[in-house]
T-cell receptor
């Protein structure tokens, strides 16, 4: 089975940086995804990592260490619109995509 | 290009009834996934269909079932509804079911309320 852990809530100030950590234990590994979900809306894809290292995409970056079962999502230059839930998801050996409970990020002015 | 569409948006049922939720994937996508998102909880995997066949199933009782039609649209059926089935049911689609880097595209969900 899969076990995916991430913090429940984080608060940061507009313009700041926030790092959301995700640890996982899975049977097999076929990639890690980050999704953003605004309240009342569908989750939308942010990033994908399958090899160790940092993937940068604009203000968002995602890091993966397979040996440690660890990933983080880095949000830079925070904007009010970044207030949302951020979901860590792992594709296991059976190709099923399992999600963590999500981290609610609140950006304050 | 149309995204993943789900219907109905909201559904209200009483305990013991049956609910049917529908999903149309993005054109060209053959895989459909169903997730349950209860209030305050993460997305719980329900079912995965690819090319008309059930590929994987989450830890849910048999009263949760579904199917995928030849046009790749899908139905989720929940029988003998219980109060704890109240949740947002999200459908997602992808081009290839077993593609390692294939991302899922989500619909806006069906909010099921069981009274």
């Amino acid at each position: 089975g899969q076990n995916i852990d991430q913090p429940t809530e984080m608060t940061a100030t507009e313009g700041a940086i926030v790092q959301i950590n995700c640890t996982y234990q899975t049977s097999g590994f076929n990639g890690l995804f980050w999704y953003q979900q605004h309240a009342g809306e569908a989750p939308t894809f942010l990033s994908y990592n399958v090899l160790d290292g940092l993937e940068e995409k604009g203000r968002f970056s995602s890091f993966l260490s397979r040996s440690k079962g660890y990933s983080y999502l880095l949000l830079k230059e925070l904007q009010m619109k970044d207030s949302a839930s951020y979901l860590c998801a792992v594709r296991g050996g059976d190709y099923k995509l399992s999600f963590g409970a999500g981290t609610t990020v609140t950006v304050r002015a | 290009e149309a995204g993943v569409t789900q219907s109905p948006t909201h559904l209200i049922k009483t305990r013991g009834q049956q609910a049917t939720l529908r999903c149309s994937p993005i054109s060209g996508h053959t895989s459909v996934y169903w997730y349950q998102q209860a209030l305050g909880l993460g997305l719980q995997f329900l079912l995965w269909y690819d090319e008309g066949e059930e590929r994987n199933r989450g830890n849910f009782p048999p009263r949760f079932s579904g199917r995928q039609f030849p046009n790749y649209s899908s139905e989720l059926n929940v029988n003998a509804l219980e109060l704890e089935d109240s949740a947002l049911y999200l459908c997602a689609s992808s081009r290839i079911g077993q593609g390692v880097n294939e991302k899922l595209f989500f619909g806006s969900g069906t909010q099921l309320s069981v009274l």
